[in-house]
């Protein structure tokens, strides 16, 4: 039985940084993409980023661009989820996800509307 685990969220002043880590165990990262998504209040999930466990390819929603880097270590079966510049909008509960068959953009085009989330780790940035 596989499994994911969130951590690394906090509370954070604006302009500040935060990593986050997914941890997997009973599979292996290299075998599919995963993606980092996340939840404000009130809201529906939305992509954040996705990587590809294979070729290492990104894709990076408009609004965190160049403040935020995905990377996976697949010797750790580790993703991360790099966050500086941190900004109030940026307050969500963060959850990462991983699907078999998607490139980046679909995953992080589809995988928002599927069900079946962990327990994520919650980011929250004051202003």
């Known amino acids: 039985q596989w499994h994911l685990v969130e951590s690394g969220g906090g509370l954070v002043q604006s302009g500040g940084s935060l990593r986050l880590s997914c941890v997997g165990s009973?599979?292996?990262?290299?075998?599919?993409?995963i993606g980092w998504f996340r939840q404000a209040p009130g809201k529906e999930h939305g992509a954040v980023s996705c990587?590809?466990?294979?070729?290492?390819?990104?894709y990076y929603e408009d609004s965190v661009k160049n403040r935020f880097t995905i990377s996976v270590d697949n010797a750790k079966n580790t993703v991360y989820l790099q966050m500086n510049n941190l900004k109030p909008e940026d307050t969500a509960t963060y959850y990462c996800?991983?699907?078999?068959?998607?490139?980046?953009?679909?995953?992080?085009?589809?995988?928002?509307?599927?069900?079946?989330w962990g327990q994520g780790t919650q980011v929250t940035v004051s202003s």
């Open positions: 996800a991983i699907e078999g068959h998607y490139d980046v953009q679909t995953m992080c085009a589809l995988r928002p509307r599927m069900r079946g």
């Open positions: 990587i590809s466990g294979q070729d290492g390819s990104t």
């Open positions: 009973g599979f292996s990262f290299e075998d599919y993409t």
